[in-house]
């Protein structure tokens, strides 16, 4: 599919948003899915939706039609991250904090120090890392090789493009496949 006019786009023409919403999709959605889908897939869409309404406002603003795509893909893992944060934060209370040393009220239990991890854990986490450094390993580059910044390194989309030479808006693509070869790689071994 061509990327739509910006020029048009940018005038509000209905038909080249209809094109740029069919051109965008799959890249917002990709996104927000492989942000969202372990947690509240049922927010998928929304996010991305979302995205495409905030590119609306945007799109003004973009020099060259190549920018829509990784505007769009960085609008989404934005908002589905914003969308964690806000749901995790509800769980947790909501930012309210109490101290741990905090002295307790007559009656309550005083929290208990966390267990040292036993030799046998020491050895499952171990054989666990083993299994996945493999399991990277047999995936066709550069899916490992994305999937291991993104999740073991900490990368940003902006820092994996720059340091595999892929475009940005590719980031998201290689992550959703390196992820399903995993589920399939995984699901094999078991």
Partial sequence: MNPPDLRALQTGNADAWDEAFRWLWPTVFAVAQLKLQSYFPSEVEDVAIEALEELVEKVRVVKSVE?????????????????LRERFAKKRGEGKTESLDAPTAEGEMKPEPAAEDSPLADLE?????QRLGQSLAELKPPLGEVLADFFLHGLRYEE????????????????????EAMRRIWGKDD
């Fill in 67 to 83: 920018e829509l795509k990784p505007l769009a893909a960085s609008i989404a893992h934005h908002r589905a991250v914003s969308l």
């Fill in 125 to 129: 986490q171990k054989e666990l890392a």
């Fill in 160 to 179: 994996i493009a720059k340091k595999r030479g892929v475009a940005v808006g590719s980031v998201g693509v290689y992550l959703q496949r390196g992820l």
